[in-house]
């Protein structure tokens, strides 16, 4: 019989059932079936209707209850598959891109001044002799000049040059405006060398400037370790030291407490427990005349960083040469 | 420059600084110094002497600095010169003050030493040396040496037999002389070298090195001391030509005092006679042209303080200038040492002050400065908003070297005339300043390829070329990304410009002529110019063969490179919101079969232009070559009303409108 036959099959379906999924999809198939079967039965005589009706009956019980001790079961199943989920399957890759180190730095050290009140301002790479050394006090006779304009300094024609230093923002700059100034120049300067672990002919600088009425070297200090305890996120330590730059006087050396052992010694410091940051001063009035500023009314420092080396040191890079690299493997960490 | 800590301590009385202790000492308050050496019974300490303080070039001067810092007296140990009564030194030589070149020497003194036995010289003198970097060579040139290092004044010796014509010149060098100094090396001179000569021919490199024929050798009975000081101006122009760096030269190009002249040639004597036996002859040749005139400084105890950021009492300030050397005249002024060239204003006194006072002593205070309002470069936020975007998009940032190597002008047929050349590079691969930042950065994808089988990147930076003979730097965009990716890059480039607020850009067929640098990096086909307005900011578009093969890649890169300076100027315009519908759209799409040449922007315009203002978005969702002949196009069309809901009657009024148009041109069909 038709019916006999179909029965079977029917069961095979619900029982045979790997999912819940499949066994929702079965058992609605096997509704319908019933549905057209109890259709079938207007068209047949009353007693064979009658006995039809009473087997598709049963069937359809006896489906239901397969159907729900099926259904059970699989749950059951699901639930111990949930249980167990393996956690360290390798992530799917995202890839979002990435930014360079220097830019990074270079951010939160705009960020920062920002935050302080300073201006961004930028300036040309290639360079003249007045603004790379004559308006900064390295006139052509002075022994600091031929260590930088001979040695250093990259030249193109008509004694054009390729900026050694960021400072030649600062005469640019104020050449144009009258103090009080506050302004911070990130770029890339230029210096010729042997390229190696921490040396480059290419890299990052920021300098600063702020000019105002009574400024001194004790503001500079200020300024400098809210700028560090920022940048670094935590207190930081800074000394000077007297150095000499043609620029500025009084000159110093900026030394921070070493990022990587706090001060301790390590092998970055030197065992000294400091490393140096950068170059700094109060500006010299020779520069300030340059400048068409007056020095007896106006005071204030410069100082300059290396944003190369500030990225060095908060991420730990152990050789500049990666920064110009192109390398992806390198890039795709930051 | 190398000290002996041995050495510095003779010049103190009592208690001295431990090595390592004096090395803080000195770092802290005026010039760097490293961790003290141990060596044979003495430390060697390599103190970083700043270029403005030649005064501390030498022991004694050095030991002077350490005095004010620790406020201890330094003093020279006592000595006597004895001069022979008969021989005097004008019998031996002359040295008219006409035939010194002042334009070369300040000041030029000699003196005659005879019966001299040269032999090696006493341990201790030879120790010292041996610390400070010197190689002992005979108790006459140790001298020499020992007082150069002591006192800061460099000497020179000449065996007076081998001085032809007894008599001694400083001038300039004739072009072709030439000499052979001591370490037996040959210099062709000229006119820009400074030399001391005989009557013939020069017997030394004025102020930088001696001649080896006139040179102390072991027969030598005769010596004349040459102590001189030289102008930096003839130093510094002999070292260009020369190319030639002493330890003589490096003190008389930072300066020498004056006074030292004739003062370090006597101590030389009477060390020579006492330890290589010899006699001096009566008197000293001394040829001086001016005297050091003195100079005075007003002294300022406010300013200083003022500069400083911190109260220092005027007595304390005075202790502290006093200790380094000055003396206080009337009226405030003070007169500033003869040694000290480097002091000329307040700022100078405030320096002095600062670093003996002690920097640690300066606390951090708040300026109080005048309420300004910062007003960023507009560069920093665009390049800024660029860089997020790419990175967002997937992009790496890299940073190149703006120098290239001439291979890789030539390779992209950039000519030499309208870019710059470095004088002096660092090497062959850095010669050329970038026109274009696409060199560096198909370089990077070489380089990457063996690890990376998706390449996105991009960097901003600086291009450099002539332009109408002047040298132009321009701000620039440029990236590249791996594989057969037109329409990809296309995409960035869309949703960068979006982003960025700007509306009416377009891409346009790439046309060559158009490019200053007439790059060969195109594959003129499958590139196009991106376009702002009417004006061209940058081209995207396929690598061509011949420079991917220059690069030895095998894949297909797409690259883009845009003119970050006209980009700006647009991007500064406002963005403003758009307002968008709030109804439901409805969507139907169409396909369309048209020739294989057929641009996709044609038939988008006939759509665009039908469906008016409630046709809001169309996408091209599909497209696929039929035969060769023809391709079908499917489009999805997006109908909006801006103030209801629109009808579906209205859609299919636009959409029969659109078949109408469509089908005008007999070339093309609408599949149903």
Redesign the interface.
């Known amino acids: 019989m038709e019916l006999e036959k179909e029965k079977e099959k029917i069961l095979r379906e619900i029982k045979e059932a790997k999912n819940l999924k499949e066994l929702e999809e079965s058992f609605k198939e096997v509704q319908n079936k019933i549905k057209t079967f109890t259709q079938k039965l207007k068209k047949i005589s009353l007693p064979q209707r009658k006995k039809l009706g009473k087997e598709i009956n049963e069937l359809k019980e006896k489906l239901e209850k397969e159907y729900l001790v099926k259904k059970e079961i699989l749950k059951e199943k699901e639930r111990k598959k949930e249980e167990f989920f393996d956690i360290t399957i390798p992530p799917k890759k995202i890839e979002i891109g990435s930014l360079h180190p220097i830019t990074l730095v270079k951010n939160k050290v705009e960020e920062v001044f920002q935050s302080l009140g300073f201006e961004i301002v930028l300036g040309p790479e290639i360079e003249d002799e007045w603004h790379n050394f004559d308006a900064l006090n390295i006139p052509s006779d002075h022994p600091a000049r031929d260590i930088l304009s001979l040695g250093k300094t990259f030249y193109l024609e008509n004694k054009k040059l390729m900026r050694t230093q960021t400072s030649s923002v600062q005469i640019r700059y104020m050449e144009k405006h009258n103090p009080p100034l506050k302004i911070v120049v990130p770029g890339k300067v230029f210096r010729k060398d042997a390229i190696d672990a921490t040396h480059e002919i290419e890299f990052w600088q920021t300098e600063g400037l702020m000019v105002d009425k009574g400024i001194s070297v004790a503001n500079f200090k200020e300024i400098m370790e809210e700028f560090l305890r920022k940048f670094f996120e935590k207190e930081m330590k800074i000394r000077l030291r007297p150095s000499y730059f043609p620029f500025t006087e009084p000159s110093f050396e900026v030394d921070i407490s070493c990022v990587i052992c706090g001060g301790s010694g390590c092998q970055t410091c030197k065992n000294t427990g400091w490393i140096e940051a950068g170059g700094a001063g109060m500006v010299h009035p020779q520069v300030f005349r340059n400048c068409k500023i007056d020095p007896k009314e106006w005071q204030g420092f410069a100082f300059g960083m290396g944003l190369t080396r500030l990225a060095m040191l908060k991420y730990k890079i152990p050789d500049i040469r990666y920064f110009n690299s192109g390398d992806l493997r390198f890039l795709k960490q930051f | 420059m190398n000290f002996s800590y041995n050495l510095l301590k003779s010049f103190f009385k009592k208690s001295f600084p431990k090595p390592k202790e004096l090395a803080e000492i000195l770092?802290?308050?005026?010039?760097?110094c490293e961790e003290p050496q141990k060596v044979e019974g003495d430390f060697l300490l390599n103190i970083d002497v700043?270029?403005?303080?030649p005064d501390c070039y030498s022991h004694f001067g050095m030991a002077k600095e350490i005095s004010a810092i620790i406020r201890k007296k330094a003093k020279l140990a006592k000595w006597k010169l004895k001069e022979e009564k008969k021989a005097k030194v004008e019998d031996f030589i002359k040295i008219k003050p006409q035939n010194v070149d002042s334009s070369i020497c300040k000041r030029y003194c000699a003196r005659v030493i005879f019966d001299v036995k040269v032999q090696e010289s006493p341990k201790w003198l030879k120790d010292y040396l041996t610390v400070c970097g010197f190689l002992p060579i005979n108790n006459v040139v140790d001298i020499t040496n020992f007082v150069m290092v002591l006192l800061g004044q460099p000497l020179h010796a000449f065996d007076f037999e081998k001085i032809e014509g007894e008599e001694i010149k400083v001038r300039w060098a004739k072009k072709g002389e030439k000499i052979l100094t001591l370490d037996e090396e040959v210099f062709e001179l000229d006119e820009k070298v400074g030399v001391i000569a005989d009557k013939e021919k020069p017997i030394a490199i004025a102020g930088i090195k001696g001649g080896k024929d006139s040179g102390i050798s072991e027969k030598t009975e005769i010596v004349v001391i040459e102590s001189a000081n030289f102008e930096?101006?003839a130093i510094?122009s002999a070292?260009?030509k020369l190319d030639l760096i002493t330890e003589a030269s490096k003190r008389f190009?930072?300066g020498v005092s004056l006074s030292l002249t004739p003062f370090a040639l006597d101590f030389a004597a009477f060390l020579i006679q006492k330890f290589a036996k010899g006699k001096i002859a009566k008197g000293k040749i001394d040829v001086l042209f001016e005297k050091e005139k003195k100079r005075v400084i007003k002294f300022d105890p406010q300013k200083i303080c003022?500069?400083?950021?911190?109260k220092i009492s005027e007595n304390q300030q005075l202790e502290i200038l006093k200790s380094l050397g000055f003396k206080k005249l009337k009226d405030n002024f003070l007169e500033i040492p003869e040694f000290r060239g480097d002091v000329v204003?307040i700022?100078?006194l405030?320096?002095e002050v600062?670093?003996i006072y002690g920097?640690?002593r300066?606390?951090?205070?708040?300026?109080?400065?005048?309420l300004?309002f910062?007003?960023?470069?507009i560069?920093?936020l665009w390049e800024?908003e660029i860089?997020d975007i790419?990175?967002?998009?997937?992009?790496?940032?890299?940073?190149?070297?703006?120098?290239l190597p001439e291979k890789a002008i030539s390779a992209f047929g950039i000519p030499f005339e309208k870019i710059?050349?470095?004088?002096?590079?660092?090497s062959f691969e850095?010669e050329f300043?970038r026109p274009t930042l696409l060199y560096?950065i198909l370089?990077?994808v070489k380089?990457?390829l063996p690890?990376?089988s998706?390449?996105?990147?991009f960097e901003i930076?600086?291009v450099?070329f002539k332009e109408n003979g002047k040298?132009v730097?321009r701000n620039t965009l440029s990236g590249a990304i791996l594989g057969d990716k037109f329409f990809e890059l296309k995409g960035y480039l869309d949703t960068l410009l979006s982003k960025l607020g700007i509306l009416d850009f377009w891409f346009d067929f790439y046309q060559p002529k158009f490019d200053i640098l007439n790059l060969k990096v195109w594959n003129k086909i499958k590139s196009s110019e991106i376009k702002i307005g009417q004006e061209r900011v940058g081209v995207l578009g396929e690598v061509s063969k011949e420079i991917l093969e220059h690069f030895k890649i095998q894949v297909p890169v797409f690259a883009f490179e845009i003119n970050l300076e006209k980009l700006m100027k647009i991007m500064e315009k406002e963005q403003e919101f758009q307002p968008y519908s709030f109804y439901p759209a409805i969507l139907r799409d169409i396909s369309i079969i048209c020739p294989q040449k057929t641009l996709v922007d044609e038939i988008m315009q006939i759509l665009e232009n039908c469906g008016g203002e409630n046709l809001v978005d169309v996408d091209l969702i599909d497209i696929y070559d039929i035969d060769d002949e023809r391709k079908s196009l499917t489009f999805r069309l997006s109908f909006q009303h801006k103030e209801r809901a629109i009808e579906p009657k209205e859609v299919d009024e636009l959409m029969e409108k659109i078949f109408k148009e469509i089908e005008k041109n007999p070339y093309f069909e609408i599949r149903k």
Do not use: C, W
């Not at chain 2, 910062?374 to 470069?377: I, L």
């Open positions: 770092t802290m308050k005026a010039f760097e700043l270029p403005n303080r930096k101006s510094l070292k260009r190009e930072h003022e500069i400083l950021g911190v204003e700022e100078d405030a320096e600062g670093r920097y640690e300066i606390k951090g205070s708040s300026p109080k400065t005048t300004t910062p007003e960023n470069d560069q920093i800024r860089k790419f990175k967002s998009m997937g992009f790496t940032e890299v940073i190149n070297y703006s120098f710059n050349k470095i004088k002096n590079p660092a850095f300043l560096r370089e990077n380089k990457n690890f990376y998706e390449i996105k990147i930076g600086n450099f040298v730097e």
